[in-house]
């Protein structure tokens, strides 16, 4: 014990910290969804690449063709090297990113070579990734950190993530060969270009706009911008291999300009048949291994909920059987989910505390027809919590969240 320190301070102390700690849980609990929901926006595709100068001199093609030929890809061979930065534009979290992560993975009583616990790294800053595939059952990604890697590897019906800093391992099972939990590695950059031109309907504007090249790579560039007013997206640029019609380049602008949200692409990239080593695992020496499906299945039962299946697609349809509806059409469709808790969040130091205040710099208070309630903001994804427990997020700005509210 130091010098003067008395038992009592230590106990003080130690209540502080405790204290500390039980606040960094609570804003997790409030902010990470908004973060995480901006990433699994913005970072459909972890695939795609980072363009290089030069404007080849290619064939024409029609928007229409350049879509055909995206999803007539058939590349399931391919690996590379990927550089992606996102700047959503979220605050600064003053000491709080520990507890953030960690309140993502289950409330921090998962393991730190969950996948889960890994999005929201990418939810800023610039990243180096490795991508290789062999088919669907057979895929891998490396996060390159300074002096440490994480790898998610799905081969066959395993699904792997090593954390090499804390020297964890996380394991799960698909139910069948070939169909992984969604958490696994990334498929190819199809899967990404499927998902962006589930969005290409008489609410969007798409167009070829001239050529480039990527990792070496003739592309072309297709542009995809809304039709719509209110939306936070801007514009999405996607570079399409000349060759064999895999999305190369991903760039999302906001509608409010300035850089990038999103910019993500390959520094490297090869079609050839990456080594079958490259997916094989097998847990280091004295590493912790955590079984996450048992996991998954020891926490709902602690909760008390069924097990159930995720929807294979999110239509709105889906949705409303989740617990959510969806209010208006493309690009400015709003999930409302109600949460059934009333009283809003503390976001004043009188009702919250400490808390209260750090989520009050966070948000904007509003109010409209439906009430009072609170906005947080992202460069891409708002969301607009009310104090009678609704919640509702969209790539819209706050304008429309308040008009939806008022209307629902």
């Given at each position: 014990m130091a010098p003067y320190e008395t038992e009592d301070s230590t106990g003080a102390a130690q209540a502080d910290d405790e204290l500390r700690a039980e606040r960094r849980r609570k804003a997790a609990r409030y902010v990470v969804p908004v973060a995480v929901m901006g990433v699994a926006a913005a970072t459909i595709g972890l695939v795609?690449?980072?363009?290089?100068?030069?404007?080849?001199?290619?064939?024409?093609?029609?928007?229409?063709?350049?879509?055909?030929?995206?999803?007539?890809?058939?590349?399931?061979?391919?690996?590379?090297t990927v550089k992606i930065s996102t700047d959503l534009g979220l605050p600064d979290l003053g000491g709080l990113e520990s507890g953030l992560t960690s309140g993502a993975a289950q409330g921090g009583d998962g393991s730190s070579a969950d996948p889960s616990t890994k999005l929201t790294e990418l939810a800023s800053g610039t990243h180096t990734l490795r991508v290789a595939a062999d088919g669907p059952e057979k895929q891998k990604v490396?996060?390159?950190?300074?002096?440490?890697?994480?790898?998610?590897?799905?081969?066959?019906?395993?699904?792997?993530?090593?954390?090499?800093?804390?020297?964890?391992?996380?394991?799960?099972?698909?139910?069948?060969?070939?169909?992984?939990?969604?958490?696994?590695?990334?498929?190819?950059?199809?899967?990404?270009?499927?998902?962006?031109?589930?969005?290409?309907?008489?609410?969007?504007?798409?167009?070829?706009?001239?050529?480039?090249?990527?990792?070496g790579r003739d592309a072309y560039r297709l542009v995809i911008k809304p039709?719509?007013?209110?939306?936070?997206?801007?514009?999405?640029?996607?570079?399409?291999?000349?060759?064999?019609?895999?999305?190369?380049?991903?760039?999302?602008?906001?509608?409010?300009?300035?850089?990038?949200?999103?910019?993500?692409?390959?520094?490297?990239?090869?079609?050839?048949?990456?080594?079958?080593?490259?997916?094989?695992?097998?847990p280091p020496k004295g590493a912790k291994v955590t079984e996450g499906d048992s996991l998954d299945k020891a926490n709902r039962a602690d909760k008390g909920d069924e097990i159930t299946k995720s929807p294979g697609k999110d239509t709105p349809e889906e949705l409303g059987k989740n617990g959510f509806d969806v209010l208006g059409k493309g690009w400015n469709s709003i999930a409302v989910l109600d949460t059934g808790s009333k009283g809003g969040l503390p976001t004043d130091s009188a009702s919250g505390g400490d808390l209260g205040g750090f989520l009050g710099s966070l948000g904007d208070p509003v109010s409209g027809k439906f009430g009072k309630g609170t906005v947080f903001s992202t460069r891409l994804i708002n969301a607009l919590i009310t104090d009678d427990g609704k919640v509702y997020v969209g790539a819209v700005d706050k304008a429309a969240l308040v008009k939806a509210a008022n209307a629902g």
């Open positions: 795609p690449a980072l363009a290089d100068s030069g404007d080849p001199d290619l064939p024409k093609i029609t928007a229409q063709e350049l879509i055909n030929k995206i999803a007539k890809s058939d590349v399931q061979q391919l690996s590379g490396s996060l390159l950190e300074s002096g440490a890697e994480y790898s998610l590897i799905h081969n066959g019906t395993d699904v792997w993530g090593y954390d090499s800093k804390s020297n964890e391992v996380y394991h799960s099972t698909a139910a069948d060969s070939g169909k992984a939990e969604q958490h696994e590695a990334p498929a190819t950059p199809k899967d990404f270009a499927d998902e962006v031109l589930k969005s290409v309907d008489d609410t969007t504007s798409v167009k070829v706009d001239g050529t480039a090249q990527v990792a039709k719509q007013s209110g939306t936070t997206v801007g514009a999405i640029s996607i570079a399409v291999d000349a060759k064999t019609g895999t999305p190369l380049k991903f760039t999302l602008t906001p509608s409010s300009g300035g850089a990038a949200v999103v910019d993500a692409g390959y520094t490297q990239v090869s079609f050839a048949k990456p080594a079958a080593s490259t997916f094989d695992f097998t």
